[in-house]
């Protein structure tokens, strides 16, 4: 059973509470509670000692002060299995408590209403997250209990004696609970960091798009919007795919994103004629698409991207000519890409139905020190500079995805398909579509080729070179294939899968 059994009550949604505490006092429990809380549960007949009457200070600031005092998180943090820690507690006369039922001030509730600034920063709690990671650090003495749906649970383990068992479940929540709230202020005291759009991916579903605050990013979701319609969820994705893309490439390059994948992407001497080799891989995708450029967007460049219908379109600068040009089709959106760091989080996220994966983002680049040639022929240096070329592209569209690329185009590019020869099949329609010479050209793919047959198909759109990450059970199998056909094989021991 919980000892001592006592029991901390400061809460703002009251809903339940005075049943619950009620219950507590029948199973013996003494509460202690702070201001409306304390008042409330006085008012529902329930005896109850202030929190000032045990720290013999009084509630100052406008109740900004009440908790913070060592008297309540002595109580808190005490761990009651140490006997250095109970001396000290006896020393200063502090008594510890079993359970802690908190919920904090309501700050988005208070922000959503649109409540003047001075009203949400008053609604910031800051003594109720203290309490909160106190009882959560210290689960092994004191349970954190954050909602009324937790009340049933709580009294059914104190009947059975079974609190041990919530401990750790009921401490994540409590961490999870003020980290969430953290970021909600986070997010409103960064200004635009929280910003509201159109809808989802679909009309039917809403959607925001949370900033990351501080220094700006050299990324699309910190970009400055120089002109046309709003952003959309959908365009963010797809700017945002679009400009990595462009900045993995790294030269002069441009990229074109269609739904999430490259639609064409390539290198020039110069910006105009990077731009028209990436559209040409694949020029009917390429209508309505997002377009990042790695240099500055110049006049002759715009004149040929306004030529059709874009969505939007990223630069790290632009010229007073080129948004001339484009001022002319004013809903066309013109994103200015702060210099900053390009991002670095460590973690990615993406929810399940009541779950939440997360992974490291996907930063590594494959280099020619990744490289190891297994076939009888080996890659020259300007074929090394189209394997990397094609690899990063692959590493940017959806899986299974397949590449054909020479001079630093994409010709063409299968993706998001369930088998990777039918992504090669598509890659090499693609090309031939587009009217594109694919003799020589070199393929990549984003991961291992399970049979030979998506490299029999890379062989009859002409490559010469292949780059994979290799691995699979038949690799001997593939590599005889290469050999037979007298192409360079690579593996990058790397794979690029993305879902």
């Known amino acids: 059973m919980l000892t001592p059994k006592r029991a901390l009550i400061s809460v703002s949604d009251k809903t339940g509470v005075a049943d619950f505490a009620r219950n507590l006092v029948d199973r013996g429990f003494e509460l202690v509670s702070t201001g409306g809380t304390c008042k409330f549960l006085k008012d529902s007949g329930l005896a109850v000692t202030a929190v000032e009457t045990l720290t013999g200070f009084p509630e100052i600031l406008d109740g900004r002060v009440k908790t913070l005092h060592p008297i309540i998180h002595g109580g808190l943090l005490g761990d009651r299995r140490r006997a250095d820690h109970l001396e000290t507690m006896k020393q200063h006369n502090i008594s510890g408590f079993s359970l802690l039922v908190l919920n904090l001030y309501p700050f988005a509730k208070t922000v959503d209403s649109g409540s003047d600034f001075n009203s949400c920063i008053e609604n910031i709690d800051i003594g109720g997250p203290a309490m909160l990671r106190a009882s959560a650090k210290n689960h092994a003495n004191v349970l954190p209990i954050i909602s009324p749906d937790q009340f049933p649970e709580v009294l059914r383990a104190l009947d059975t004696d079974t609190i041990n068992t919530l401990r750790k479940p009921f401490a994540a929540r409590a961490f999870g609970h003020t980290a969430e709230y953290d970021r909600m202020v986070n997010s409103w005291l960064s200004e635009e960091n929280e910003v509201a759009l159109r809808y989802g991916e679909n009309p039917h579903q809403k959607a925001k798009l949370l900033k990351n605050a501080g220094t700006k990013l050299n990324c699309a979701a910190h970009a400055n919007q120089l002109q046309g319609k709003e952003l959309s969820y959908n365009n963010y994705l797809d700017a945002d795919s679009a400009w990595e893309l462009c900045q993995d490439l790294a030269g002069i390059n441009a990229v074109i994103v269609k739904h999430n994948n490259p639609c064409g992407a390539a290198r020039g001497e110069n910006l105009l004629q990077a731009f028209k080799a990436a559209k040409a891989c694949d020029p009917v995708s390429a209508f309505g698409g997002v377009i990042a450029l790695s240099a500055e967007l110049d006049k002759a460049t715009a004149e040929a991207i306004n030529s059709m219908f874009v969505e939007v379109v990223l630069a790290p600068s632009i010229s007073k000519e080129a948004r001339a040009v484009f001022s002319k089709k004013p809903n066309v959106r013109l994103l200015l890409v702060p210099s900053g760091p390009r991002p670095n989080a460590p973690w990615s996220y993406r929810t399940l139905g009541g779950a939440t994966l997360r992974q490291s983002f996907d930063y590594r680049t494959v280099n020619r020190e990744d490289l190891r040639t297994t076939t009888k022929l080996t890659p020259s240096e300007f074929q090394i500079d189209d394997l990397l070329f094609a690899f990063t592209v692959a590493k940017h569209t959806k899986s299974n995805a397949i590449i054909l690329a020479k001079n630093g185009q994409t010709l063409g590019i299968g993706a998001g398909q369930m088998s990777r020869v039918d992504a090669a099949r598509i890659a090499q329609w693609k090309a031939r579509d587009a009217g594109l ?62 879902h």
Do not use: W, Y
């Open 437 to 498: 010479d694919t003799a020589g050209c070199v393929v990549a793919s984003d991961a291992f080729f399970p049979f030979a047959d998506g490299l029999e198909v890379a062989i009859e759109s002409g490559a010469s070179a292949v780059v994979q990450p290799g691995g699979s059970m038949r690799d001997n199998e593939v590599i005889t294939a290469a050999d037979k056909a007298g192409l360079a094989m690579v593996f990058t021991g790397i794979r690029h899968f993305r």
